[in-house]
Structures are given as C-alpha cells and as structure tokens.
C-alpha cells in the first residue's frame, strides 16, 4: 500500500488549471524531491494532498484512506514554504515551540531534536525574538520530534545556512534509510535534491517526469528541458553521492 497516491488531480484557480491530470504513488520509505519552475504548481500539489486545498477532480489517498476521510494526522510532519502560521508574537520558547509536535513531554527526544538542529543554546528563548533562520530551524524541529512516518517539507532550507542544511538533508536521508520514513521535499533546487533523493517528479502543472534519477540521467526529455550540459551536471553530483540513498 502506498504512503501517497494521487490519481487524476485536477485544481483549478479562478477556472484556470494550476495543476493538471496529476497521478503518482510514492511508497514507504521513499525520498522524493517534487521540482519544476516557479509557478508550476509544486506547493498546490502539497496542499491538495494535505487536503488543505480541495480538488476539482481526482483522488488522493494516504496511507491507503482518502484524504477527506483520513484523520491520523500524527503520522505526518509538514513545514510550509513559508512560515505564516507562525505568530511570531507567540510568547513561547523554542522548547515549548518544538514541544508541539508532540502529544506528550519526551525530555529526551526533545533534547536530542534541540541539539539535531544545533538550537540547543536557543531552548529558552521566545521563538519571536529569533532571526527568520533561527524559526526554520525551529519549526523543522517541531516537525521531527515525534518521528512521523511521513514528512512533507514545502522548500525548508531557502532561510538555512550551508552547514545547517547539509545537516538537514543527511538526517532526512538518514530518517529515510534508516528508519523507513517517507519524505517528500519540495524544492527548485534539482542539483541539490539529486544527491539525496531515490526519485524526482519534476512538475509543471502537468507531471513531465517521474522515476528514479537514474532514469532522469537517461531521459532525452529531461535533457531537452535542461540541457545536455546541465543534466550532466547533475547526474555527476547524483553519482558522487554513491548513487543516493
């Protein structure tokens, strides 16, 4: 049984499709990056599975239960793009942020997350008095904490660090390998996602690939869209990577 399967999905905005006749599964413990150009429809997608946005057409299932019926929303860790359910006035610490993604207090795993994500110093600090980085790290905190079976990340690192985001893909990869967790990282940076994830759809508002990224190595459409030069690039950072996870 698939963790996500999306068959036929259609949205439309003001009559005009965002995304169109979208179908794809992703099984457990996949690492899938969704990425195509501005505009192509990646966060609406996201937002349709999350059954925050509702369809036109088209069917979504989780964990084999249609979205609109599914309510185990524990099993599943999402961070938006960008970080408007976040009230900044909250007047909350970092540790009672992060806490939230728990159902009930874990000393240890919170510690453990706290120091993952290199916010350990910050634990008692008002989640309103960070820089915009600090929050990301602390709302990716919140998302971890429990070990959901499923992440959904909407561009989580754009507000990181270098260091701070090497160390998120490698404990996502290492969630995904390890543990079996299955994540979906949404993300315009192709060169990047390549050197972690097993597959890669690539969207524009149509799905114009999916499959692994050996498979997008070979894809003579993938290199019509990027370029010889450019698809070589990548494959080779795929490649250093010892073939993904």
Same mark, same amino acid.
């Given at each position: 049984? &698939?963790?996500?399967?999306?068959? $036929?999905?259609?949205?439309?905005?003001?009559g005009?499709?965002?995304?169109s006749?979208? !179908?794809?599964?992703?099984?457990?413990?996949?690492?899938l990056?969704?990425?195509? &150009?501005?505009?192509?429809?990646?966060?609406?997608?996201?937002?349709?599975?999350?059954?925050?946005?509702? %369809?036109?057409?088209?069917?979504?299932?989780?964990?084999? @239960?249609?979205?609109?019926?599914?309510?185990?929303?524990?099993?599943?860790?999402?961070? &938006?793009?960008? /970080?408007?359910?976040?009230?900044?006035?909250?007047?909350?610490?970092? +540790?009672?942020?992060?806490?939230?993604?728990?159902?009930?207090? $874990?000393?240890? %795993?919170?510690?453990? @997350? /706290?120091?993952?994500?290199?916010?350990?110093?910050? %634990?008692?600090?008002?989640?309103?008095?960070?820089?915009?980085?600090?929050?990301?790290?602390a709302?990716?905190?919140?998302?971890?904490?429990?070990?959901?079976? #499923?992440?959904?990340?909407? +561009?989580? @690192?754009?507000? /990181?660090?270098?260091?701070?985001? +090497?160390?998120?893909?490698?404990?996502?990869?290492?969630?995904?390998?390890?543990?079996?967790? @299955?994540?979906? /990282?949404?993300?315009? $940076?192709?060169?990047?996602?390549?050197?972690?994830?097993?597959?890669?759809?690539? #969207?524009?508002?149509?799905?114009?690939?999916?499959?692994?990224?050996?498979?997008?190595?070979? !894809?003579?459409?993938?290199?019509?869209?990027?370029?010889?030069?450019?698809?070589?690039?990548?494959?080779?950072?795929? $490649?250093?990577?010892?073939?993904?996870?």
């Amino acid at each position: 049984m &698939p963790v996500i399967r999306v068959d $036929d999905l259609t949205f439309r905005y003001n009559g005009i499709d965002v995304i169109s006749n979208i !179908s794809f599964a992703v099984e457990k413990g996949t690492y899938l990056g969704i990425v195509g &150009p501005n505009g192509s429809g990646k966060s609406t997608l996201i937002k349709n599975i999350l059954g925050i946005l509702r %369809a036109e057409q088209g069917r979504v299932e989780l964990f084999g @239960t249609p979205v609109g019926s599914f309510r185990q929303w524990g099993k599943i860790g999402y961070l &938006p793009q960008r /970080l408007s359910a976040l009230n900044t006035h909250f007047p909350g610490t970092v +540790e009672e942020v992060v806490q939230m993604g728990l159902t009930q207090r $874990d000393a240890a %795993a919170l510690k453990r @997350t /706290l120091e993952m994500m290199a916010i350990g110093h910050l %634990a008692s600090r008002l989640i309103g008095e960070l820089s915009y980085g600090e929050q990301q790290r602390a709302m990716l905190a919140r998302a971890l904490i429990r070990r959901p079976a #499923l992440l959904i990340f909407d +561009e989580p @690192t754009t507000a /990181l660090d270098p260091e701070t985001r +090497e160390m998120f893909y490698s404990l996502t990869g290492e969630m995904s390998r390890q543990e079996g967790t @299955t994540v979906i /990282l949404v993300t315009h $940076d192709i060169g990047v996602i390549g050197q972690y994830a097993h597959n890669l759809l690539y #969207l524009d508002k149509k799905v114009i690939f999916s499959g692994t990224f050996k498979d997008f190595c070979s !894809s003579r459409d993938m290199a019509g869209i990027f370029g010889p030069s450019s698809q070589h690039i990548i494959c080779h950072q795929h $490649d250093r990577s010892k073939g993904g996870i």
